[in-house]
C-alpha cells in the first residue's frame, strides 16, 4: 500500500501568514479609526486662518515686511495665546522658511530678482482645545517688484569687494542689450539706515556709471547688505538687478608685509611676516605660504599664526624663498577673498662657502698650475746658471791664480 503524504509548500505556509497578518491589521485599523472618530468631536473646534495677509516692500530693496491681522472670532478663545505659522520663499526655491511666531508681522530679506510667495495659518495650541492642536487653513500672499525691461538689458558681472575691511568697490558692465543712451544707478540699504541710499561716487566709462565707490559704512558688518542697481534710457525700460551679502564675507586683505626667513640650523627655518595693515584683527587671518627651494620644490601651506617653522627638504639646498597672503578666517566671516601675494623674501646659502666651491678652488688650482710650472721653469734655469756660473767661478779662479 502505497502511503500519501499531504505537504503544504513552503510558499504556501508565508501565504497564510501574510493573511493572517493582513487580518490582524485591519482589526487594528477598525479599532483606531472609531477612536480616531472620537478623537476627531474634539477637533470640531474650528480658528479662523489670519485676516489681512500681505507682503509689503518699505524700499529696502529686499527686505520685506510680512505682517497680517488677527482671525475672526476669536474670543471663544479668550485664555488663548493664538500663535501663527509663517511660512515663506522665493518661488522656485525648494525649501520653505518656517516661523512660529505670536507677533502680527515678521520681517526678513529676499531676493526681489525673483517673486516671493508666503503663507500662514492660525495655530490654537493644545491647552485651549483640551488636547488636540487645532490649526486654520492658510492664508496666501505673493510679492513680485515690477520686473519692467528685458533681461538683456540689465547690468552683468557684478562685482564687490570690500578692501581690507574699509572700502566697498563695486563694478559692473552695462547689459548687452543696452543702449547709448542708457545709465545706471547703484542704491543700496542695510538696517540702520532711514532710506536707500544713492551711490555718490561713480566710476564711469564713456559717461556710463560702470562702478561705485562707497563711503564709509558706519556699523555695516554681520548684516545683510543690499544693493539694487537699475537704470534709465529714453528709448527702452531697463531691468533692475538686486543683490545681498555680508560685508564681513566679501572682504580682501592687504598682501602681509615684512617677512623674515631666518635659517635656525640646517634643517629648521623660521617664517615671519607682519600682518597687513589695517583695521582687521590679528585673529581674523588665515595665510598661505608658497616656499621655493632652488627653484624647484614649492610648498603650499596655510597657518592662522603669522610665523611658521618649516624643516627643509634638503641641506644642500642654497636658496629659499617665500611668499605669504592673507584672507579673512573662519572665525570672522564665512567667506573671503585671498589677498595679492606679497613681496618674496629670500634666503641664500653662505656665499663664501659657495664661491670657495665654484670659483676659489679652480682659481687656486690654476695658481697652483701657474706657480708650479713658473718653479720648474726657474729651477731648470737655475740648475743651467748654476751649471754656467761655477764653470766661471772656476775661470776667474783660474785667472786669479793665473794673476
Ligand atoms: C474641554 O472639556 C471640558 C470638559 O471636559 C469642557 O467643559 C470644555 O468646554 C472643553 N473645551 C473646549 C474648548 O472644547
Ligand atoms: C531705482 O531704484 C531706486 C531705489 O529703489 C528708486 O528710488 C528709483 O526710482 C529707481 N529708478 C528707476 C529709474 O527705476
Same mark, same amino acid.
Given at each position: 500500500?502505497?502511503?500519501?503524504?499531504?505537504?503544504?509548500?513552503?510558499?504556501?505556509?508565508?501565504?497564510?501568514?501574510?493573511?493572517?497578518?493582513?487580518?490582524?491589521?485591519?482589526?487594528?485599523?477598525?479599532?483606531?479609526?472609531?477612536?480616531?472618530?472620537?478623537?476627531?468631536?474634539?477637533?470640531? /473646534?474650528?480658528?479662523? $486662518?489670519?485676516?489681512?495677509?500681505?507682503?509689503?516692500?518699505?524700499?529696502?530693496?529686499?527686505?520685506?515686511?510680512?505682517?497680517? #491681522?488677527? $482671525?475672526?472670532?476669536?474670543?471663544?478663545?479668550?485664555?488663548?495665546?493664538?500663535?501663527?505659522?509663517?511660512?515663506?520663499?522665493?518661488?522656485?526655491?525648494?525649501?520653505?522658511?518656517?516661523?512660529?511666531?505670536?507677533?502680527?508681522?515678521?520681517?526678513?530679506?529676499?531676493?526681489?530678482?525673483?517673486?516671493?510667495? +508666503?503663507?500662514?495659518?492660525?495655530?490654537?495650541?493644545?491647552?485651549?482645545?483640551?488636547?488636540?492642536?487645532?490649526?486654520?487653513?492658510?492664508?496666501?500672499?505673493?510679492?513680485?517688484?515690477?520686473? #519692467?525691461?528685458?533681461?538683456?538689458?540689465? /547690468?552683468?558681472?557684478?562685482?564687490?569687494?570690500?578692501?581690507?575691511?574699509?572700502?566697498?568697490?563695486?563694478?559692473?558692465?552695462?547689459?548687452?542689450?543696452?543702449?547709448?543712451?542708457?545709465?545706471?544707478?547703484?542704491?543700496?540699504?542695510?538696517?540702520?539706515?532711514?532710506?536707500?541710499?544713492?551711490?555718490?561716487?561713480?566710476?564711469?566709462?564713456?559717461?556710463?556709471?560702470?562702478?561705485?565707490?562707497?563711503?564709509?559704512?558706519?556699523?555695516?558688518?554681520?548684516?545683510?547688505?543690499?544693493?539694487?542697481?537699475?537704470?534709465?534710457?529714453?528709448?527702452?525700460?531697463?531691468?533692475?538687478?538686486?543683490?545681498?551679502?555680508?560685508? #564681513?564675507?566679501?572682504?580682501?586683505?592687504?598682501?602681509?608685509?615684512?617677512?623674515?626667513?631666518?635659517?635656525?640650523?640646517?634643517?629648521?627655518?623660521?617664517?615671519?611676516?607682519?600682518? $597687513?595693515?589695517?583695521?582687521?584683527?590679528?585673529?581674523?587671518?588665515?595665510?598661505?605660504?608658497?616656499?621655493?627651494?632652488?627653484?624647484?620644490?614649492?610648498?603650499?601651506?596655510?597657518?592662522?599664526?603669522?610665523?611658521?617653522?618649516?624643516?627643509?627638504?634638503? %641641506?644642500?639646498?642654497?636658496?629659499?624663498?617665500?611668499?605669504?597672503?592673507?584672507?579673512?578666517?573662519?572665525?570672522?566671516?564665512?567667506?573671503? /577673498?585671498?589677498?595679492?601675494?606679497?613681496?618674496?623674501?629670500?634666503?641664500?646659502?653662505?656665499?663664501?662657502?659657495?664661491?670657495?666651491?665654484?670659483?676659489?678652488?679652480?682659481? +687656486?688650482?690654476?695658481?697652483?698650475?701657474?706657480?708650479?710650472?713658473?718653479?720648474?721653469?726657474?729651477? %731648470?734655469?737655475?740648475?743651467?746658471?748654476?751649471?754656467?756660473?761655477?764653470?766661471?767661478?772656476?775661470?776667474?779662479?783660474?785667472?786669479?791664480?793665473?794673476?
Amino acid at each position: 500500500m502505497e502511503e500519501y503524504r499531504v505537504e503544504i509548500p513552503k510558499y504556501c505556509l508565508q501565504e497564510m501568514a501574510l493573511i493572517r497578518i493582513v487580518i490582524g491589521c485591519l482589526y487594528t485599523l477598525v479599532i483606531c479609526t472609531a477612536y480616531g472618530s472620537t478623537l476627531s468631536s474634539n477637533a470640531e /473646534i474650528k480658528v479662523n $486662518p489670519p485676516q489681512d495677509f500681505e507682503i509689503v516692500d518699505p524700499g529696502y530693496l529686499g527686505y520685506l515686511y510680512l505682517q497680517w #491681522q488677527p $482671525p475672526l472670532s476669536l474670543d471663544d478663545f479668550d485664555e488663548c495665546t493664538v500663535e501663527y505659522e509663517l511660512k515663506y520663499r522665493n518661488i522656485d526655491s525648494e525649501s520653505w522658511k518656517t516661523i512660529i511666531t505670536k507677533n502680527l508681522h515678521y520681517k526678513d530679506g529676499f531676493d526681489l530678482n525673483k517673486g516671493i510667495e +508666503a503663507k500662514i495659518h492660525t495655530l490654537l495650541p493644545g491647552q485651549c482645545t483640551n488636547g488636540s492642536d487645532v490649526q486654520s487653513s492658510w492664508s496666501e500672499a505673493t510679492y513680485w517688484t515690477s520686473l #519692467q525691461g528685458n533681461l538683456d538689458t540689465k /547690468i552683468q558681472d557684478m562685482d564687490c569687494v570690500y578692501y581690507n575691511w574699509q572700502y566697498l568697490f563695486c563694478s559692473w558692465k552695462p547689459g548687452t542689450g543696452a543702449l547709448f543712451d542708457t545709465n545706471y544707478n547703484l542704491f543700496y540699504w542695510y538696517e540702520g539706515l532711514d532710506h536707500a541710499l544713492e551711490c555718490s561716487d561713480y566710476t564711469k566709462d564713456n559717461k556710463i556709471n560702470i562702478g561705485c565707490r562707497f563711503p564709509y559704512l558706519e556699523s555695516s558688518d554681520y548684516k545683510d547688505f543690499y544693493i539694487c542697481v537699475n537704470g534709465s534710457s529714453e528709448s527702452k525700460p531697463i531691468r533692475s538687478s538686486y543683490f545681498v551679502f555680508q560685508l #564681513q564675507n566679501i572682504v580682501k586683505p592687504l598682501p602681509p608685509d615684512y617677512l623674515s626667513l631666518t635659517v635656525k640650523n640646517s634643517e629648521e627655518i623660521i617664517l615671519r611676516w607682519d600682518l $597687513p595693515r589695517g583695521p582687521i584683527p590679528a585673529k581674523c587671518f588665515i595665510y598661505e605660504i608658497q616656499l621655493t627651494e632652488d627653484d624647484t620644490t614649492c610648498v603650499t601651506t596655510t597657518t592662522i599664526a603669522n610665523e611658521m617653522y618649516i624643516t627643509r627638504t634638503s %641641506k644642500e639646498s642654497q636658496q629659499l624663498c617665500f611668499l605669504v597672503r592673507s584672507k579673512v578666517n573662519i572665525y570672522c566671516s564665512d567667506d573671503g /577673498i585671498w589677498s595679492e601675494w606679497s613681496k618674496e623674501q629670500c634666503w641664500k646659502g653662505d656665499p663664501w662657502k659657495e664661491t670657495l666651491l665654484f670659483s676659489l678652488i679652480p682659481l +687656486a688650482f690654476v695658481i697652483l698650475s701657474v706657480l708650479l710650472i713658473t718653479c720648474l721653469v726657474l729651477c %731648470k734655469h737655475k740648475t743651467v746658471v748654476k751649471m754656467v756660473f761655477p764653470m766661471k767661478k772656476e775661470a776667474f779662479s783660474h785667472q786669479e791664480t793665473l794673476c
